[in-house]
């Protein structure tokens, strides 16, 4: 099969999947019931001819394939209704909640590869020795530590503590910290971000190690040191390239790890973010809130899965499309 | 077991034996804490000793409800251990089935399916769960149920490769010419050649389960106050930290020693049925 045909294959799967999803969350929603009853019902002074016209003004007294085929219109055109408790068009609130998630995440991405690329050429180079069995332990806690965890210990000991860095939040309300926004700004990411950074970092080492290890094995390696190169650039001109082929169409779990710890990292430090706002509007039962925000999760993580799949069959050659 | 910890020994995985240890002592505090502490003392509010401090009477002190840290401990193991081993064992038996059948069949319906698994795990587990809660409410029940469906595809990818392989050995194809079943050979003969993977998969999906139950708990979607589940005790103390810092730590510290016993049980019984295996460790959520 050619290239061409392979991402055209995968491409109508993406669109069939991001499709699959709508029809299940719509069902699955549909399922809980009507959301003006829900949502009205227990309130005082609400009579069933209230409920009724709230009922008919949202248009949910309609046959169930009218609903959904209005609604995806509606999504096909990136209307995806008001937030019933912000009160505030969803599309604007997924795009300014989703630029503060994007600026703990990206850091902690960034900062994490950097780390863990350190780390496991420290590991890799060095295998079963003290350094590596310490790096392994290291990635074996970081795993075992639940997330939520590690930020309150991180904010009893920096903010309440020593008292340097701020607990919660993405700016402060009044006087900012030396008086600068931009500065303020960055003092509040710092403890998301380690947080972010410590697990990424636990992750990512290990996919790098062992990836790094496999390829500091092969003889072309042995090649280029019998070639007389020193082994800094052995390491870090041919090992760690071919070591990263495997992890760059991680890109996928890249991605997946920044929508996977986003609602309990912005949950612990009350960050403004998408993850924490998905919480948000699942607790109090914000039905277009829910119902956009998991699809644009979707369609991210679908174009993100799409491009690793592609990025795959063009970095490497060998892989067999199928 | 006695093999197990033999083999530990002889191959000086110290830290194994100490998950191991740590683990009976987890397991023993779940079994017997009905024996110990009633689910009143556990759960019942006595404000006269709210945020008690450690001390002789109270060894861990007391929640910012006065209730004993000790008894809701180790009645939240039992939560833990009930909500994450119900829902690998719902996991496992369903994802051998879909794995095992789609490995074994191999026709439109199996191909649709693996689709289906590979589409799910695309998505982070959490979030899997996060979206199912939504649907199902909060609570103890409904989170059980949200892991395990998040990690039935995980299972079903990984137990579909090797029935793949091993219905096309000799072994398989001789009893076949005896004129045994599809099903006879799918389940007396290829599942007994996967046990080990099924038991070293599901002592890490264990952790797992248990990070995101606790996660998932924490974000208030677990079981509801006053079931003392871990994750939900820290949220539910964190106003406390400044001033009694025990009302988390306490529960923290537990639910750490327990993903990580879990998680260096299940890298020894790696090593134990594949040597040649590397290292395991759990996914994040």
Known sequence: ?322 | MTGFIIFLLATRRYMAIVGLGVLAVFFAAALAAPLIYSWSAATLVNLSQALAPPSLTLPLGADEMGRDMIARLVWGARVSLIVAGTSVSVALVAGLLIGGLCGYYDNRITFVTMRAMDAVISFPRILVAIMLITILGPGMASLTLAIAISSVPVFARLFRGPVLSLKTRDFVLASRSLGAGDMRLLFRHVMPNISALIIVQGSISLAEAVLIASGLSFLGLGPQPPVPEWGAMIAQSRSHLMSSPHVVLVPGIALFLLVLALNLVGDGLRDFTDPKAGRAIARPA
């Open chain 1, 1 to 322: 099969m050619g290239t061409a045909r392979y991402i055209t294959r995968r491409l109508i799967f993406a669109v069939c999947l991001i499709w699959g999803v709508s029809v299940i969350l719509f069902a699955m929603i549909n399922a809980i019931g009507n959301p003006i009853e829900i949502l009205l019902a227990e309130r005082p002074g609400i009579t069933d001819e209230i409920i009724e016209s709230v009922t008919k003004y949202y248009g949910l007294d309609g046959s169930v394939t009218d609903r959904y085929f209005t609604w995806l219109w509606a999504i096909v055109r990136l209307d995806f209704g008001t937030s019933i408790i912000y009160n505030l068009p969803v599309s604007e609130m997924l795009v300014i909640y989703g630029m503060e998630t994007l600026k703990i995440q990206i850091p902690g991405i960034v900062i994490a590869l950097f780390v863990s690329v350190m780390i496991s050429v420290l590991a890799a180079t060095r295998q079963y020795s003290k350094v590596d069995f310490g790096v392994i332990a290291g990635a074996m806690v970081g795993h075992s530590l639940p997330g939520f965890l590690l930020g309150i210990i991180l904010i009893l000991i920096f903010s309440y503590w020593l008292g340097i860095l701020p607990s919660y939040g993405a700016y402060s309300t009044r006087n900012p910290v030396m008086g600068s926004e931009v500065i303020d700004g960055l003092w509040h990411m710092v403890l998301p971000v380690s947080m972010l950074v410590f697990f990424n970092t636990a992750t990512l080492t290990l996919l790098l190690r062992s990836s790094l290890v496999d390829v500091l094995r092969q003889d072309f390696i042995t090649a280029a040191r019998a070639s007389g190169l020193p082994e800094r650039r052995v390491v870090f001109g041919h090992a760690l390239r071919n070591a990263f082929i495997p992890v760059l169409t991680y890109l996928g779990i890249l991605f997946g790890l920044m929508l996977g710890t986003a609602p309990v990292t912005e949950t612990v430090f009350t960050w403004p973010g998408l993850g924490a706002l998905y919480i948000m509007a699942i607790q109090q039962l914000d039905y277009p809130l829910i119902m956009g925000a998991t699809m644009i999760i979707t369609v991210m993580l679908v174009t993100a899965t799409l491009l690793t799949d592609i990025a795959y069959v063009v970095i490497d050659p060998r892989i067999r499309l199928g």
